[in-house]
Structures are given as structure tokens and as C-alpha cells.
């Protein structure tokens, strides 16, 4: 088949007040493509697609990036109209041709010479044009794109949503843009294109659409893979040709079929498995499927595909190939506001901290964006699976007809592009749609839940039948969020949840802390940073755990939501009000996600886990603003990442502090390990161990235990920290964890703990002579702090410990600066050549 890329020679242009929101004159193209007298109204020509307008402007410099500073200044895109052009040429143009477009968002009346070919109304389906029969030697290609905000402003309800169903839902559009949730302040409504546009001839054989089944057989012994395709052309002898490679290119399966009518079917005997990251090898085979006239191959499609087994059974009960499966990860947002243009390095950075993080699990959230193939690729060879929702969000829904439709399209259109990827663990309906009732609406009729309790699971059923359907996140129990029952979402800032200690699921959970101070000073002049006077000290008149003017670059309340700041010194600069925010929010992950790691009370020390897995809300922000996100807009970590990464740790050593202190194994790995668990009193202000415990152990894959309690330490102040080492029957330390039985606003740090540093085989070692709280780590290569990451960072280190660090990140040389909270000095050393 042959295909023609129509990604470059592409013009884009702002059209007048008096063209905008009508049917596009074509006849005046040339006068549109004009100059205008400012700098929005002149023709951009732009290097390639796909590309949005915000991506455009920005580049030519027209406009600030938003997201640099969280604030938008340039609203004035979402209300106008705006034109793509691109002039290509052909070789010929009889026969049979489609024009596919990847993505268009949103509203878009689309122009082949002259002609009106098509009007596409949905963000979240490509737009597929058959039967093209105006094609030419010279051709002219218009896109022209409405206003969405003016659209969706237009439109009105049947009386029946009134008060229920907002206009934005209403209509298939990118919802993000129509509120500031994820930011940038206020709204940023995205429009253009952001996908592939390729034009294709099918007067020769080929392949048009491609689908492929894989099963696993319950025994594990047998791999299947069902394709069904449709071909497009004809001619004689004509052949289709299909086969399966392991990852070494070993030929594990090959299938030849001449009845192109007939699905085609690959067995493999003994197949190498797939397994998530924490389980195993993530072991792939290429699938690649061949079309022949004769002995000349016309077209050619490969996918990614592995051979694993996910039985659900019980109420988020996994089994995968047999072996229990618990779920750790985060929850992907967008990943950059201004544009749904897929960024490969964007994404792999993300996915390179999901790795570090010890996730084994990512939900793509329901307000997000298409991810493109490459992402499902990169997560299939990663090991990291997929909670996938449909784009439904906390909202009611319209249930006419055209709606309903446009939604079963576009599960039509997932289901049938991402099935194949053994990442993609679960479909679910959407994002608290069910929630928003109950909160909204309590005992109403959910409107829309025709789309996900008829039409989508219907879709996954027909086309997908082996993996499991989640109606909406959360649901299950008395009442959509209840804990007890199905998945929940962690807003225990803000409700009393009955329940909520020991939940099944969690697929959200969050607090809010601000980034790090390099990237605040980004965000905020130094005026609205530390303005002039304020005191970081809550009163009955000043409420707010941070100065007013950071509302500004915070939405959806924050201030409300973020960690215990009660428990930390009240802060006298930006530096320890950000450290303030950040530790709090580190507290607070680490409490109740190790509590959930263990999964169940010392009561019930000897029964299975009650909580099956846990995905923080939220892993990435997707503008420079205050949020939820423990990686800020620039990727950067902060503390509360690398809390959630040692509180993931596969095998977690951890105290319950309760009326007695308990020590905890959680293991999540596929050994068993034996040997001893060393627990350690250090006296803060004598600067020494005082008093330690030792405790035989042996912890079977998936089995969370406690090893035993301090009370042999009877009565000791409530000064003294917990420090806990986990070693095997070789003496091999396999685990570490520092704890504390009081608030850190009681306890008093050295301010000298003398961190000594040295760089050993590329990697960092860290000592130090007195207690260091909180050790950051921060690069500099020639004054960029940006891009450096560390294995681990804000850690505490006792002295006696000898810590090793690798350093990551795209830094090679530099200076690495060390500095624990509390203390007045930092150290330095020299990383590569300098």
C-alpha cells in the first residue's frame, strides 16, 4: 500500500473576526494567507506537524510559554480560528485514496481543493476520510479549526441535564482546557493538530486496519495470537504472511493464509512470559504481519506483543501467570498542558523516575490525553502496567444519541489500537463520574452512565474479552468511593472516610507541597515569593499555610490539602517553607502507604492483606503551578517523590507506631528471604546508639508480617530515633528504614553533622559524624541545576552508615553539593571532568 506523510509544508494562520465561526470562504485563501499588522496575524510557517497552535506561536516567540510561570496571559487563542494549509503534490492520483488525520482537536471543518470533505467534532478519535475523489497533481489541503470555547459557550442542554450536565460535557473536547485544575491560571483551551496526517492509496495490496488477540492458556504452556485484519486493493496471487520474534529474533511462529476473509491464528509452545518489572523479565515478541502479490512484499505492520496471564480473582485480587500481583505506582496526567503533541523525551523521562520509583503500575487518568503508540511500546519493554481509562471525567454526562455514538467510537477505536500491549492491565469507564453524583447529586440518576455501564463495557466485551472492566474510578461499595469495596480516592484531608485505614484499592491519593525552590523561582517573582512582612505562622486571622500570593499559582484549593505542616517548624524563608510543605507531604506518604504496603492491622498479623495496591495521585505536573504532582513541570523530584520510592521499596522494612511499635516485612518481590532484623534506638542529643534489638526472620514472596515489637525496649524518650536494618543469612543489608515516635517540630537536629563526600566507581558516598536529617542532594554544571537525579535524595543518614548514591540524570561533570536540613554548611565534591 502506498502511503504519502503530509507532516511538512504546513502554514497556519489566525483567522479575522469576520471569517471566524462561519463556513470558511475557500475562494479567499490567498487573501486570508496574507500578513497581518500583528504579531498573532501573521502566517506561520511551521517545520513540521503534528503541531499545535500554542506549540507554534510559542516557538515563533509570539506568545510566553504558560506553563513557564503557570499563568496564562493569552486566552485570546482559545476564542479565535484558526486555518492549517499545506500544498503537496502527487505522482498521480487515480484510484482509491484515504486521508487519515491522528489526532484533531477539536472542531475542525476540513477542505481538499476547494471542497468541504469532512467536519470532525472529537478530540479523542482520528479522523479517517475514504473514497477521496477530488485528488489532483496539485493539491491544497485546509484545516479549518473553530473556536471550541465559543462552541461549547453555544451550546444548550435538554432541559432534563439542566443544572447536571455542564456544556463541556456535552462535547467531545479536551475537558482540562475548559478549567485550571492542572493549569496553567486561567484555562487554556489547545487547538490544532496533534497527530500524523498521511494520505494512502490502496490501489495496491495492503494492509488497512490490523488487530491482534493474545492468550495465554491457563497452564501457562500455550500462547496464541488471533489477528484480524482488513486489506485494502487487489490483484492476483495474493498472500498475507505473518510471524512471531523473540526478542533475540529467533522465529517462534509463522502463519500463511491466501482467504484474506479468514482471521489467521499463531501458536507458540512454552512461550517466554511477560512480567511486570517487580515479577520478572518483560519478555516480548515481534509481531510482524506481511502483505504479498506474487513474491513482492506490498505492506508491512509490526507490533509489540507478550504472552502473560492476569486473572482477576477476587475484589482487586490479581493473579499474573499464576503468582500474586499487587499494584504500586501513580497516577499520568497530561503531560504538558499547551499541547497533546506526544513528547518522546518528555514521556521517557517520566517513565525512567517510574522506574526508579519501584512502580510497577501507571493509570492513565481520564482527563489526560491519546498517548501514542510509542508510550504503550516503551511500557510493554519497561514492565510497567497500564490502568487505561476512557476519557470520562468527574462530570455527568449527555446520553443523546450522537453522544453516545462518538463515545462508542472512540472505545471502539482504544480497545482495538492498545489490546495487543501486555501492559495494558484494565479498562476502566472513566474518572468519578459516579463520585460526582454523590457529591453533586446524592441519590440522582448519573447521567451518562449509559456510556460507561452499557456502551463501553459492551465494546470491551466484543473486542477485548480476557481483561477486566472497571466501571468507573472509584466504584464499588455503599457508595462510589467507599473503601471497603472496589477502589477508592484518598481524600481523607477533606472527608471522613469509614473504612479508610486498610482500603482494597486506592487509585488516588493525595497532598499538595510545592516544588523545588529552583523551580519556584521560576514560578514567582521574589516579591510574590516571600513578599515583604509575612510571617509563615497560622493564626485564627491568617489561616493559610503560605503567603496569598502563592494562590495565584495554585488551583483547586491546595492550601487546604497538603500534609501535617503541624508538625514542622513554622518557616522563616522560602527555602524552609518549601522544605515545610514538602516534608509534611513526604510524612504523610510515608505513613499511609506503608501502612498500605503492609495491608493490614497486627491484629490481623496472621490473615491475607486487605489492600491490594495503591496509585498516588499524582505523578506529574503538567504546568510550573503548586500542585499535587511529587514531579514538577520540568520532571524535577522532590521529596515527596523519593518518599513514595523507599515506601515502594520491594522488600519494606517498616514500624507501625501505634499503642505498641511493631516492626514490619513487606515483601513484593519473588523471593524468600531469611535472615535478621537489627532495630536501633540513636540518642539525637547524645549522638549515639543507646539501645538495640535483633529478630530472626523469614518472609515468603507477597507476605507482609510482623517480625516483632519494641517492647523489650520498655520506656525511652520520646527523642531517640528508630533506625531499622534488614539483613539476610550472609550478612547482605537488604533493607533500611529510619523512623520517628514524635513530631519533628519537638525534635532538635545537629547543625554540624560534617557530611563527608567522595566519588567511588561514578558513584556518590555520603557519611557524616552527627545525625543528618533530610540530606539534599543538588548538581550544578556550570550554574544549570536543572536535569540532575539522584538514585535517592532527602534521605536521613545515621553516623556509622557509609550511603551510596548513583548519579543519573544528563549531567556527566559538574559539582554535587550536600547539605542536611538543619545544618548551617553544606559539602561539595567534584562528579567527572571538570
Not at 496533534?194 to 490490523?210: A, D, N, P
Not at 499547551?338 to 517513565?351: I, K, Q
Not at 548519579?807 to 571538570?834: D, M, Q, V
Request: aromatic letters at 12%; hydrophobic letters at 35%.
Amino acid at each position: 500500500m502506498k502511503r504519502i506523510n503530509l507532516d511538512e509544508n504546513w502554514k497556519l494562520k489566525r483567522l479575522e473576526e469576520s471569517q471566524q465561526n462561519s463556513r470558511f470562504n475557500i475562494d479567499r485563501l490567498d487573501e486570508i494567507l496574507t500578513e497581518g499588522s500583528l504579531p498573532r496575524d501573521c502566517v506561520l510557517q511551521l517545520k513540521t506537524i503534528p503541531c499545535q497552535v500554542h506549540d507554534a506561536l510559542i516557538e515563533r516567540g509570539i506568545i510566553e510559554n504558560p506553563n513557564i510561570k503557570g499563568r496564562n496571559n493569552d486566552c485570546w487563542i482559545g476564542e479565535s480560528d484558526w486555518i492549517y494549509v499545506c500544498d503537496f503534490s502527487l505522482d498521480e492520483w487515480q484510484g482509491e485514496w484515504t486521508l487519515h488525520f491522528g489526532g484533531l482537536d477539536t472542531f475542525a471543518d476540513i477542505y481538499l481543493n476547494g471542497r468541504l470533505i469532512a467536519q470532525h467534532n472529537d478530540a479523542f478519535l482520528p479522523c479517517i476520510i475514504t473514497k477521496l475523489d477530488n485528488l489532483r497533481l496539485q493539491n491544497t489541503l485546509v484545516l479549518h479549526f473553530k473556536s471550541a470555547r465559543k462552541i461549547v459557550n453555544s451550546i444548550s442542554g435538554l432541559e432534563k441535564y439542566q443544572g447536571k450536565v455542564p456544556a463541556i460535557s456535552m462535547a467531545r473536547v479536551f475537558r482540562s482546557g475548559f478549567h485550571e485544575y492542572c493549569g496553567p491560571i486561567p484555562e487554556l483551551i489547545r487547538v490544532g493538530i496533534y497527530g500524523h496526517v498521511t494520505l494512502e492509496q490502496s490501489g495496491t495490496f495492503g494492509i488497512e486496519e490490523l488487530e491482534a488477540e493474545v492468550v495465554l492458556s491457563g497452564d501457562l504452556m500455550r500462547g496464541t495470537v488471533s489477528l484480524q485484519g482488513t486489506y485494502a486493493g487487489n490483484g492476483k496471487d495474493l498472500r498475507i504472511v505473518a510471524s512471531l520474534k523473540d526478542d533475540e529474533g529467533n522465529i517462534a511462529a509463522v502463519c500463511e493464509q491466501r482467504e484474506l476473509s479468514q482471521d489467521m491464528v499463531l501458536h507458540v509452545e512454552n512461550p517466554r512470559l511477560w512480567w511486570p518489572r517487580t515479577h520478572g523479565a518483560a519478555n516480548l515478541y515481534t509481531l510482524e504481519v506481511s502483505a504479498f502479490c506474487g513474491d513482492s512484499c506490498q505492506d508491512v505492520v509490526r507490533r509489540t506483543i507478550g504472552f502473560r496471564r492476569i486473572d482477576k480473582v477476587g475484589d482487586f485480587d490479581f493473579i499474573l501467570n499464576g503468582r500474586p500481583l499487587k499494584l504500586w505506582g501513580a497516577n499520568l496526567t497530561h503531560m504538558d498542558t499547551v499541547s497533546g503533541c506526544y513528547n518522546a523525551l518528555r514521556a521517557g523521562e517520566l517513565l525512567e523516575l517510574a522506574e526508579l520509583g519501584n512502580f510497577n503500575c501507571l493509570r492513565v487518568w481520564g482527563e489526560g490525553e491519546i498517548l501514542a503508540d510509542e508510550f504503550y511500546e516503551q511500557c510493554d519493554r519497561r514492565g510497567i502496567l497500564l490502568w487505561q481509562d476512557f476519557y470520562l471525567c468527574y462530570s455527568m454526562y449527555s446520553e443523546e444519541q450522537e453522544f453516545l455514538e462518538l463515545c462508542r467510537r472512540e472505545a471502539e477505536s482504544l480497545v482495538s489500537r492498545l489490546k495487543h500491549h501486555p501492559s495494558v492491565l484494565l479498562w476502566c469507564g472513566g474518572n468519578e463520574m459516579l463520585l460526582s453524583r454523590d457529591y453533586d447529586h446524592p441519590g440522582e440518576y448519573c447521567w451518562g452512565e449509559k456510556i460507561f455501564g452499557e456502551i463501553f463495557p459492551s465494546v470491551c466485551a466484543e473486542l477485548d474479552p480476557g481483561r477486566y472492566y472497571h466501571e468507573s474510578s472509584p466504584a464499588g461499595g455503599l457508595f462510589a468511593n467507599d473503601p471497603r469495596e472496589g477502589d477508592t480516592h484518598g481524600y481523607t484531608h477533606l472527608w471522613y472516610v469509614p473504612g479508610s485505614y486498610y482500603p482494597v484499592f486506592l487509585s488516588e491519593n493525595c497532598r499538595v507541597s510545592a516544588p523545588p525552590l529552583r523551580t519556584m523561582q521560576i514560578m514567582m517573582t521574589p516579591g510574590e515569593l516571600w513578599p515583604e512582612g509575612y510571617t509563615n505562622i497560622m493564626t485564627k486571622k491568617q489561616r493559610l499555610c503560605w503567603p496569598e500570593t502563592w494562590n495565584q499559582h495554585n488551583t483547586n484549593n491546595g492550601a487546604v490539602k497538603v500534609g501535617p505542616v503541624e508538625n514542622y517548624l513554622d518557616a522563616e524563608d522560602p527555602a524552609s517553607l518549601i522544605y515545610r510543605l514538602g516534608a509534611a507531604h513526604a510524612n504523610y506518604i510515608k505513613r499511609d502507604v506503608e501502612r498500605f504496603r503492609r495491608g493490614k492491622p497486627v491484629s490481623q498479623a496472621e490473615g491475607p492483606r486487605l489492600t491490594k495496591g495503591h496509585l498516588l495521585w499524582k505523578f506529574n505536573n503538567n504546568s510550573n503551578i503548586i500542585s499535587y504532582g511529587i514531579v514538577d513541570y520540568f520532571n524535577e523530584p522532590g521529596m515527596a517523590y523519593y518518599a513514595l520510592r523507599n515506601a515502594y521499596s520491594p522488600l519494606l522494612v517498616s514500624f507501625s507506631v501505634e499503642d505498641e511499635i511493631h516492626v514490619w516485612l513487606t515483601n513484593d518481590t519473588q523471593e524468600h528471604y531469611s535472615g535478621s532484623v537489627v532495630v536501633k534506638l540513636f540518642n539525637l542529643p547524645e549522638n549515639k546508639f543507646a539501645e538495640e534489638m535483633e529478630f530472626p526472620f523469614s518472609v515468603q514472596p507477597d507476605q507482609s508480617i510482623p517480625v516483632g515489637n519494641l517492647n523489650g525496649f520498655l520506656q525511652f524518650r520520646r527523642e531517640h530515633v528508630l533506625v531499622a536494618y534488614v539483613f539476610d543469612r550472609a550478612d547482605k543489608m537488604l533493607a533500611r528504614n529510619v523512623d520517628y515516635v514524635d513530631i519533628e517540630r519537638h525534635l532538635i537536629f545537629p547543625e554540624d553533622a560534617g557530611i563527608e563526600l567522595d566519588i567511588k566507581d561514578g558513584d556518590l558516598m555520603l557519611a557524616c559524624n552527627k545525625f543528618a536529617r533530610s540530606v539534599e542532594l543538588i548538581g550544578d554544571e556550570d550554574g544549570e541545576r536543572f536535569g540532575w537525579m539522584f538514585e535517592d535524595n532527602y534521605f536521613d543518614l545515621v553516623p556509622g552508615e557509609v550511603k551510596r548514591v548513583k548519579i543519573l540524570g544528563r549531567h556527566k561533570k559538574g559539582t554535587i553539593c550536600a547539605k542536611p536540613y538543619y545544618s548551617k554548611t553544606e559539602s561539595s565534591i567534584c562528579f567527572g571532568k571538570t
